[in-house]
């Protein structure tokens, strides 16, 4: 009862506090920095493994099982989620709020890295990723053909990336499960032996002829037409 019966005998002298802390909180509510949209990096990692022509039930058992026994040994984990389709698994790792999150993505990097030699070596790709909130899929597209090949899918899906891209509000843009280009040359040992050939001989003319180089150019009236090698 001291605290009230001496605030209301020196009045004047509450009246000027309770006027200075309304005037700060006024004005650190002024220049309080605030946004629309704030960046805030939630503690979690997502591991996407692409294994192209194995059906659920075994990405489950040969992938997915695997990877969530390991994360589950981490701490503070608030929950796992984990899917399983036609030729694409996910895992989802989200820890309990107040964690940090940067330690908590390398503690899956650990865990994800020290079993990655147990998984199937044909496993296309196996890629993780950190959580962010500025980070948002909110469009998947799969482009299927019948009669197309791979490199005409992927040249249609890299237009679309392009597209995409340049639209208003899209972040990045992304394309998986796009096989990488090879070509294999297959060569006769005995008809080597022949021409008294070695295999560094034939690398060596493989690598000389695998050369995009500039060859100049040719004006033919007004055009102008750029010659390669």
């Not at 820890?95 to 199937?120: C, M, T, W």
């Not at 993780?128 to 992927?154: G, M, P």
Request: glycine share 6%.
């Amino acid at each position: 009862m001291r605290l009230p019966r001496l605030a209301i005998e020196n009045h004047q002298f509450t009246i000027i506090v309770v006027l200075l802390l309304t005037v700060m909180g006024v004005v650190s509510f002024i220049n309080m920095p605030r946004s629309e949209d704030p960046a805030v990096t939630p503690a979690g990692a997502s591991v996407i493994i692409i294994y192209p022509g194995v059906r659920p039930s075994d990405i489950e058992q040969l992938v997915v099982d695997p990877l969530e026994r390991v994360l589950n040994e981490l701490d503070d984990i608030k929950e796992i989620k984990s899917v399983a389709e036609d030729g694409l698994g996910s895992v989802g790792v989200e820890f309990l709020a107040g964690s940090d999150p940067d330690e908590k993505y390398a503690d899956v990097l650990q865990k994800v890295n020290s079993i990655r030699s147990q998984l199937p070596e044909d496993i296309f790709s196996l890629e993780i990723f950190k959580w962010s909130i500025t980070d948002v899929n909110i469009l998947q597209i799969a482009l299927v053909s019948s009669a197309a090949d791979y490199i005409q899918l992927q040249d249609e899906a890299d237009a679309l990336q392009s597209l995409l891209e340049s639209s208003v509000g899209v972040h990045r843009a992304e394309i998986w499960a796009c096989p990488q280009r090879e070509v294999r040359v297959a060569v006769d040992l005995a008809q080597m032996a022949q021409y008294r050939l070695s295999m560094n001989q034939v690398l060596g003319a493989l690598a000389s002829a695998n050369q995009n180089l500039p060859g100049g150019y040719l004006d033919i009236g007004r055009k102008r037409f750029n010659l390669t090698t």
